[in-house]
């Protein structure tokens, strides 16, 4: 991680730098192709929280080809200057309303906004990915008391289908690794749920990363979560395996 950067250790931000990544001239997955319900490639993803994480999410889904709908804290309105960048794939809404119109939601806020941000009935049934990192200060990993922060997310929201993804990686990195040549590098899922675990991994390969399994929402959460020996380091596909 960067030294020195003011706020660099916020929830919403902190992840990986970029460390010897080469740039090719393509942009997107190097596997083959598959059907939509497994690679997520017709569905519109919401994303909630528009820092620089979720601005950056928002940008390489747009230019892998998917819908987005976003939300924040302030409102719409001071969503105009992203949303005139994307062009017509994406929108902006409150957060209800965009859990609303989205067939998969991501949650990119601060960890401690998250209970109580949505009514638990806009999300039932939905895969709410997970993407926030819960701290009790700069870089101290919250004392959750040994359960993974994921697993309270499904508590608080018992009808969604949540996944643990996206929650490792610097804004920076995210924003150009996936179109870097070379060995993909890895965002990893968990969860209980095997189907929304194989839509997140779609698109993650539809952004140009490799999809790693951690396995359940506990065990695997707790790998990825700040204080787990995946967060906050940069693996590609074959290292990130071998560990696992």
């Known amino acids: 991680m960067r ?52 601005s950056t ?37 409150r957060p209800v309303e965009a859990a609303g119109r989205a067939d998969l939601l991501v949650l990119m806020v601060p960890y401690a906004s998250v209970r109580g941000l949505l009514p638990p009935h806009v999300v039932q049934d939905k895969v709410l990915v997970d993407s926030t990192n819960a701290f009790s200060g700069p870089g101290t990993p919250a004392d959750l008391g040994g359960r993974a922060s994921s697993e309270l997310v499904a508590e608080w929201y018992p009808g969604a289908r949540v996944v643990k993804s996206l929650n490792t990686m610097h804004y920076e990195t995210l924003a150009v690794a996936g179109k870097a040549g070379g060995e993909r590098l890895a965002h990893y899922t968990a969860g209980d749920d095997p189907k929304a675990k194989e839509i997140v991994a ?33 693996l590609t596909e074959a290292q990130a395996l071998a560990w696992i």
């Open 57 to 93: 999410l928002a940008r390489i889904l747009v230019a892998a080809g998917h819908e987005v709908v976003l939300a924040n804290g302030t409102g719409p309105q001071s969503l105009a200057p992203l949303l005139a960048e994307l062009g017509p794939a994406a929108t902006a809404a």
């Open 202 to 234: 779609g698109i993650i390969t539809d952004l140009g990363f490799a999809a790693v399994d951690t396995g359940p929402l506990h065990s695997g959460g707790i790998l990825q979560q700040p204080g787990g020996p995946l967060f906050n380091r940069s």
């Open 3 to 54: 030294p020195g950067v003011p706020g660099e250790l916020h929830p919403d931000q902190v992840g990986l730098d970029r460390h010897g990544l080469t740039y090719g001239p393509t942009y997107g997955p190097t596997s083959g192709s598959a059907g939509p319900s497994d690679r997520g490639a017709s569905m519109r993803t919401g994303v909630i929280g528009t820092g620089r994480i979720g």
